[in-house]
């Protein structure tokens, strides 16, 4: 337009109207990229267990993001790379339709992810993405679950050991993903499709509870009428 314009001029122009350098507006956030591609994503990390007896478990696990589905995919006391790469495999081999169409994983830089887990994944057509070193946000949706089962079922649970802890994690994941609501789901379990009722409104039949846990997890039913 035949106008010229110095550096400063620009970087004032761009510092009063809230801009930031050339380039950096046009990327997509992580935030952005997990909302856009959850269909495709499955996370996957650990969360420790320590039992009655002061014996260390180690629990591995995958979150589907868009449906919010849990897959527990093992306890053991020793998680060593090979312990890892079988329980994916045994994934792939049990998942069925639900891992189809996935196209990334994500997963932290823990050494117990060795480069044969990786190729499992790579195989199928999977794309491995590290999160940074100490950025446990950047796979909140696997930590936020981990946070869900503490605070709803493993704080209040005297572990004895491994086959009592895999029972209690069996039990708790059902109840998760069959009949605890999500608010990010609008109120529906990862597995159902139908949706809650609304509040205020009124609908035929008795509420039945039933108890999971010894009573620790209720789950409500309407009794047909």
Same mark, same amino acid.
């Given at each position: ?8 001029t620009i970087r ?26 959850a269909h495709?994503i ?5 969360f420790?267990v320590?039992?009655?007896?002061? +014996?260390r #478990?180690?629990?591995l696990?995958?979150?589907? =993001?868009?449906? %919010? ?5 093992g306890?053991? !006391? $020793? ?5 890892v790469?079988?329980q994916? +495999?045994? #994934?792939f081999?049990?998942g069925?339709d639900? =891992?189809?169409? %996935?196209?990334?994983l994500?997963?932290?830089?823990? !050494? $117990?992810f060795t480069?044969p887990?990786?190729?499992?994944f ?11 070193v100490r950025?446990p ?11 869900t ?12 050991g ?8 069996n039990?708790?994941?059902a ?6 609501p999500?608010r ?11 949706k ?5 409104l009124?609908?035929a039949g008795?509420?039945?509870r039933?108890?999971?846990?010894g009573?620790?997890?209720h ?5 047909a009428a």
């Amino acid at each position: 337009m035949g106008v010229s314009a110095s550096a400063t001029t620009i970087r004032r122009v761009h510092s009063e109207e809230g801009l930031g350098p050339a380039g950096s507006r046009g990327g997509t956030s992580w935030r952005a990229f997990l909302s856009n591609q959850a269909h495709a994503i499955l996370a996957t990390d650990f969360f420790t267990v320590d039992t009655v007896f002061f +014996r260390r #478990l180690y629990v591995l696990f995958f979150i589907e =993001l868009d449906t %919010r589905r849990v897959h527990l995919a093992g306890v053991t !006391s $020793k998680p060593t790379g090979p312990w890892v790469t079988q329980q994916a +495999r045994n #994934l792939f081999l049990g998942g069925g339709d639900a =891992l189809s169409g %996935r196209k990334f994983l994500i997963r932290d830089r823990d !050494s $117990k992810f060795t480069g044969p887990f990786d190729e499992i994944f790579a195989s199928e057509g999977i794309e491995v993405i590290k999160t940074p070193v100490r950025a446990p946000k950047a796979n909140a949706h696997a930590e936020r679950f981990v946070g869900t089962i503490r605070r709803e079922c493993l704080d209040w649970t005297l572990v004895l050991g491994r086959r009592h802890l895999e029972s209690v994690l069996n039990e708790y994941v059902a109840h998760y993903n069959s009949h605890r609501p999500h608010r990010s789901l609008e109120l529906i379990a990862p597995t159902r499709t139908a949706k809650v009722a609304e509040p205020g409104l009124e609908v035929a039949g008795r509420v039945r509870r039933t108890d999971r846990l010894g009573g620790l997890v209720h789950e409500y039913h309407r009794q047909a009428a």
